[in-house]
Each structure stands twice: as structure tokens, then as C-alpha cells.
């Protein structure tokens, strides 16, 4: 503001403020005022990949409309409708895209087919963990690249809560050497799916509602959910007796999508509102998987005596590593955007190895010896 600016504008204060009457309950000054930052009503709609019954995941959005409801004294309302109302689990890119819902909540690589530079923002196989992807995706460059690659689908994405390191998955039959895993149809979506494909899996993405009948009705002879607190719940435990431990989801951050005109259509208040509710949500999301983790798992054992739990075989995981760097490359080679996502977590990753291994492995090292 200009001092002249300033000047006209405090002069009609002080000139509204003397002229201010008894005939009103409020000085004419406080209405104008009032009228100036009047809250405009906008009512949103959210369309979620979930089922109502996961909450872990379901909560984000739930969250968020209670913040924004709260933030702007109601005139800012979110509608949630989950996968069973929408009916099209991994429709919420269309839906928002098209401006069907303003919103989604969602996992950045159900994408891949539609954009495959989308994959990096939910985890890479071997990358970064969660304490060491929500850096890079905060300072360094990850929400700005998410969103250059989604503006040109008339999208913005933000990390929308992580699940935290996951498990490897369910697996029917003991899982020996590389002959085991050729011919299984597994669920596992994002780049890990492509990872097993070169090592003879036949990688299926079965949405998250009709998991637990396609693994018992052997529409499906393993796959990956997220961890022992959701996957206990989904009741795989009881038909599949192989729970191995991740290499190929070590964070899982969910997305927020909205609609970019929407969101740019919003008064710059209600979009710094939005910004702030959601990264509450996201780190919030964290914070309910390590705690409700940790209890689950403190039983998970003696309440499934006949679970295996263990690490794939060391030559398996040496494949998969090698397939990993194989897949990335000729990504990269045949896509300059995911190209540079990659070699921008690559560099982060390089620095945090090295950061994470004398701090955090040192120190969790100590804490088992
Ligand atoms: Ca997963």
C-alpha cells in the first residue's frame, strides 16, 4: 500500500468511525470492514480411492473438511465420498481432472499408465524413507517438480499423509528363490510392479476394496497392501501364511489432487488455508500408522503363530535391485519428466544415505544392541 493509499484509506476510517451512530449495533467502520473480508461459501467435493472402513487412509480427507470447516466458521465445506460411493476406486484422476470433484485423495502411482513421472511421489523401490522423502519433498524441490507435472493435466498435487515404511506383501507359498515368484499374479502397483514383471511375476492393480476376494478366490496368488495394522485388518493373515519385509515401498505418501482452476479460483486466504490443512493432514496420517504400527505389531506374532515373517532371499533382493536400476533407466530414457524427478530424489538420496546411516541406523543400532 502506498502511503497515499495508506492516508485516503485511514481518513475514511477516522471519518466513518466519527460518523458512527447509535442507530446500529455496529460502527459503520466494523460492517465495511465485515463486508470487505466477508468470507465467501464454497462447497467442495472430495471423491477418495478407499474404502469408508480404512480409516487410516479415509482420515486424511475427513480432516481436512474438519479444518476447513472450522478455519472459515463453516463457509468452507468438503463433501467426501468414498470408493464405494464413487464406484471408480482409481477414477479420482478423471474426476478431478474434470472438474467432477475439486478434490481427491489418492495414491500418486495408481497414475502410471495416464503419466508415469506421477510414480516418484509415492515411494521408489530402494529409495528414500519417510523421514528423508517428506524433506525432500518439502525442501528439496519434490512438491514443486509433483506439481509441474501434473499442471498439464490441469492438476496440483500434495503429499496427502504417509503410511510410513511398509511390508513386502502376502505370499501364499514360501517364496525360496526367483523360480517361486515366475508365473504369480500379485498385486502391486507403481514401478515395483514393473520391477517384478522382469523377473516373471504377473503384476495386477486390483483396487483396494476387492483385495481380500481376489487374493481367496485365487484371482490373485500374493500381493502387497500397506502393514500390519491395515493389513491385519483386511484379514489376509488368514489365507496366505508368507508376510515378507519391504524393498519396494519404504514411505508411501498418499496425494492430495485438486482441480488447479478450482484451487486458483479460491481467494488467496482459503488457498493458504488449504495448504496449511493439508500438510497438517499428511504429517497427522504419519503419526496415526507408526503409532497404531506398533501396537498391532506388539501381538501380531503370538496372535498368528503360523504367519512367516521374513526378508525375501538375499539373491532374490540382489535381482530386484539390479531390475530396479534396469527399469528406472529405460523410464528415464523414454521420459525427460521422470527423468528429472529421479535424478532429483537420486541426489537427495545419495546425500541422506549417508546422513541417515551415522544418525539414525547408528543410533538404532545402539538402541537393539
Ligand atoms: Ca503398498
Same mark, same amino acid.
Given at each position: 500500500m502506498s502511503r497515499r493509499q495508506f492516508i485516503r484509506n485511514g481518513a475514511l476510517t477516522a471519518g466513518a468511525l466519527a460518523l458512527a451512530g447509535c442507530s446500529s449495533d455496529k460502527p459503520e467502520a466494523v460492517e465495511a470492514r465485515d463486508e470487505a473480508t466477508a468470507a465467501p461459501k464454497v462447497e467442495w467435493r472430495l471423491a477418495t480411492s478407499?474404502?469408508?472402513?480404512?480409516?487410516?487412509?479415509?482420515?486424511?480427507?475427513?480432516?481436512?473438511?474438519?479444518?476447513?470447516?472450522?478455519?472459515?466458521?463453516?463457509?468452507?465445506?468438503i463433501a467426501i465420498d468414498p470408493a464405494s460411493k464413487t464406484k471408480a476406486p482409481l477414477g479420482v484422476f478423471d474426476f478431478v481432472r474434470e472438474g467432477q470433484y475439486?478434490? &481427491?485423495? $489418492?495414491?500418486?502411482?495408481?497414475? !502410471?499408465?495416464?503419466?508415469? =513421472?506421477?510414480?516418484?511421489?509415492?515411494?521408489?523401490?530402494?529409495?528414500?524413507?519417510?523421514?528423508?522423502?517428506?524433506?525432500?519433498?518439502?525442501?528439496?524441490?519434490?512438491?514443486?517438480?509433483?506439481?509441474?507435472?501434473?499442471?498439464?493435466?490441469?492438476?496440483?498435487?500434495?503429499?496427502?499423509?504417509?503410511?510410513?515404511?511398509?511390508?513386502?506383501?502376502?505370499?501364499?507359498?514360501?517364496?525360496?528363490s526367483l523360480a517361486d515368484l515366475r508365473g504369480l499374479k500379485m498385486r502391486i502397483p507403481g514401478l515395483a510392479g514393473e520391477i517384478l514383471a522382469r523377473v516373471?511375476?504377473?503384476?495386477?492393480?486390483?483396487?483396494?476394496?476387492?483385495?481380500?476376494?481376489?487374493?481367496?478366490?485365487?484371482?490373485?496368488d500374493a500381493l502387497e497392501w500397506i502393514n500390519p495394522y491395515l493389513d491385519e485388518s483386511m484379514g489376509f493373515?488368514?489365507?496366505?501364511?508368507?508376510?515378507?519385509?519391504?524393498?519396494?515401498?519404504?514411505? &508411501?505418501? $498418499?496425494?492430495?489432487?485438486?482441480? !488447479?482452476?478450482?484451487?486458483? =479460483?479460491?481467494?488467496?486466504?482459503?488457498?493458504?488455508?488449504?495448504?496449511?490443512?493439508?500438510?497438517?493432514?499428511?504429517?497427522?496420517?504419519?503419526?496415526?500408522?507408526?503409532?497404531?504400527?506398533?501396537?498391532?505389531?506388539?501381538?501380531?506374532?503370538a496372535q498368528h503363530p503360523d504367519v512367516h515373517v521374513g526378508a525375501?532371499?538375499?539373491?532374490?533382493?540382489?535381482?530386484?535391485?539390479?531390475?530396479?536400476?534396469?527399469?528406472?533407466?529405460e523410464i528415464a530414457s523414454e521420459n525427460a519428466e521422470f527423468a528429472a524427478v529421479l535424478d532429483s530424489q537420486e541426489q537427495f538420496l545419495a546425500a541422506a544415505k549417508e546422513w541417515t546411516a551415522i544418525s539414525e541406523q547408528n543410533y538404532l543400532d545402539l538402541r537393539e544392541a
Open positions: 478407499w474404502p469408508a472402513n480404512i480409516k487410516l487412509l479415509q482420515n486424511a480427507a475427513a480432516r481436512l473438511a474438519e479444518h476447513m470447516a472450522a478455519m472459515t466458521n463453516g463457509r468452507f465445506t475439486q478434490m &481427491g485423495h $489418492s495414491a500418486s502411482y495408481y497414475w !502410471k499408465g495416464k503419466d508415469a =513421472a506421477t510414480q516418484p511421489f509415492t515411494t521408489m523401490p530402494f529409495g528414500l524413507n519417510a523421514q528423508e522423502q517428506a524433506a525432500w519433498f518439502w525442501y528439496g524441490g519434490g512438491v514443486e517438480l509433483m506439481n509441474e507435472v501434473y499442471a498439464k493435466h490441469g492438476l496440483l498435487s500434495y503429499p496427502g499423509g504417509n503410511t510410513g515404511v511398509q511390508m513386502g506383501g502376502w505370499f501364499r507359498r514360501e517364496i525360496r516373471g511375476v504377473n503384476p495386477v492393480n486390483v483396487p483396494p476394496g476387492e483385495l481380500y476376494t481376489a487374493l481367496e478366490r485365487n484371482v490373485i493373515q488368514q489365507i496366505a501364511k508368507y508376510y515378507y519385509t519391504v524393498w519396494h515401498e519404504p514411505t &508411501g505418501e $498418499s496425494q492430495f489432487l485438486l482441480n !488447479k482452476s478450482a484451487f486458483e =479460483a479460491l481467494p488467496v486466504n482459503y488457498q493458504s488455508m488449504l495448504l496449511v490443512a493439508m500438510k497438517e493432514c499428511s504429517f497427522d496420517m504419519l503419526c496415526e500408522s507408526v503409532y497404531h504400527n506398533a501396537l498391532t505389531w506388539s501381538e501380531f506374532q525375501l532371499p538375499d539373491d532374490v533382493m540382489a535381482e530386484l535391485r539390479r531390475q530396479t536400476e534396469l527399469v528406472n533407466a
